[in-house]
């Protein structure tokens, strides 16, 4: 199997009381990012850039204990490579179709 280079756009939102919350991006087990949200009232463009086997990948975020907010995320989709997503689950395949 090749390794495909995958890149997938997402907008992200939290909102949050009291203190910046912190979150994390995993793709399967494997930790993309953390970052604290320092923002009110707007959300992010995130990219994800992923290079892996053809196979399903499981892409989550998640709020860092102790907090006291809400994570969204939204439109999340493959800008380039030979991949689909839905319901967070990356699908890469060998070419594209």
Same mark, same amino acid.
Request: charged share 30%; with cysteine; hydrophobic share 40%.
């Given at each position: 199997m090749?390794?495909?280079?995958?890149?997938?756009?997402?907008?992200?939102d939290? #909102?949050?009381?009291s203190? !910046?919350?912190?979150? &994390?991006?995993?793709?399967?087990?494997?930790?993309? %990012?953390?970052? @604290?949200?320092?923002?009110?009232?707007?959300?992010?463009?995130?990219?994800?850039?992923? #290079?892996?086997?053809?196979g !399903?990948?499981?892409? &989550?975020?998640?709020?860092?204990?102790?907090h006291? %907010?809400?994570? @969204?995320?939204?439109?999340?989709?493959?800008?380039?490579g030979?991949?689909?997503?839905?319901?967070?689950?990356?699908?890469?395949?060998?070419?594209?179709?």
């Amino acid at each position: 199997m090749t390794k495909q280079f995958i890149r997938v756009l997402y907008n992200i939102d939290c #909102e949050w009381e009291s203190f !910046e919350p912190i979150y &994390r991006t995993y793709v399967n087990d494997e930790l993309f %990012a953390e970052r @604290t949200w320092r923002w009110t009232d707007c959300y992010l463009e995130e990219m994800l850039q992923i #290079e892996a086997d053809p196979g !399903e990948y499981v892409i &989550r975020h998640e709020l860092v204990p102790p907090h006291l %907010a809400i994570l @969204t995320v939204t439109d999340m989709h493959v800008d380039f490579g030979p991949a689909t997503i839905k319901n967070n689950i990356l699908k890469i395949t060998e070419h594209e179709d």
